[in-house]
């Protein structure tokens, strides 16, 4: 089946040690999205990738950086997790940019 | 004032009910609805996608889009304790790729 796919699907960190969250999906869609998602709150989306093309939100802090190596994979790159960076991130994919977006299951991150 | 206002419930209701799920929202511009089911810690799960004013129908739920009223509903018919999650609205307008999310209801349906 096609789908979207995060790895790992729960992570733990030290406070300040760099963690990246990776996806993949099977659905060869052009854009993938990154969202952080709090405790009882909407996601919110940090930044998405349309092809190769990078296009970071406007609030999303500096700690936070993303890789588009190919189609298929997209990752999550942390630099310097606070206390704060608790969160489920989720991926999602689309086809093109007005297309409804499908979810993966989501990284839960723990930061100690 | 948020752009898409939805209740956060909890909305608790016996097994067999008719549950009806709604958003609100204040800009025009929005033209692409969804709604999304999400169990606790899993991802969004989408449900409905429509475009257009009307009604929209899979299986037990019909979702409706009132574009004059900038008003969506979703229904579910002969809820099962198994559609027990957080039910999330998201729309989009024409130019737009960023997805603006209701705070999500949470739906509690009882054997």
């Known amino acids: 089946d096609a789908m979207v796919i995060q790895n790992p699907r729960y992570q733990v960190t030290q406070f300040g040690k760099p963690v990246t969250l990776s996806c993949s999906q099977t659905?060869?869609?052009?854009?993938m999205y990154w969202y952080q998602q709090k405790s009882s709150q909407a996601p919110k989306l940090l930044f998405h990738?349309?092809?190769?093309?990078?296009?970071n939100e406007a609030d999303t802090p500096d700690n936070f950086q993303s890789r588009r190596p190919n189609t298929s994979f997209c990752f999550l790159d942390i630099r310097s997790p606070g206390l704060g960076d608790a969160a489920m991130y989720l991926c999602?994919?689309?086809?093109?940019?007005?297309?409804?977006?499908?979810f993966g299951p989501g990284t839960r991150l723990t930061v100690l | 004032q948020k752009e898409v206002e939805q209740d956060p419930g909890p909305l608790s209701v016996p097994e067999g009910a008719i549950v009806s799920l709604n958003c609100t929202y204040s800009?025009?511009?929005?033209?692409?609805f969804m709604w999304y089911r999400q169990y606790s810690r899993k991802g969004p799960e989408l449900l409905m996608y429509t475009y257009s004013s009307g009604n929209k129908e899979d299986g037990r739920f019909t979702a409706q889009v009132d574009k004059s009223s900038k008003y969506i509903s979703l229904f579910i018919r002969d809820s099962q304790p198994s559609d027990s999650a957080t039910y999330l609205c998201a729309m989009n307008g024409r130019s737009s790729y960023k997805l603006i999310f209701g705070s999500g209801t949470r739906l509690l349906v009882r054997p």
């Open positions: 990738y349309y092809d190769k093309d990078f296009n």
């Open positions: 659905l060869n869609h052009n854009v």
């Open positions: 999602a994919t689309s086809r093109d940019s007005l297309g409804e977006q499908f």
């Open positions: 800009n025009s511009a929005f033209q692409y």
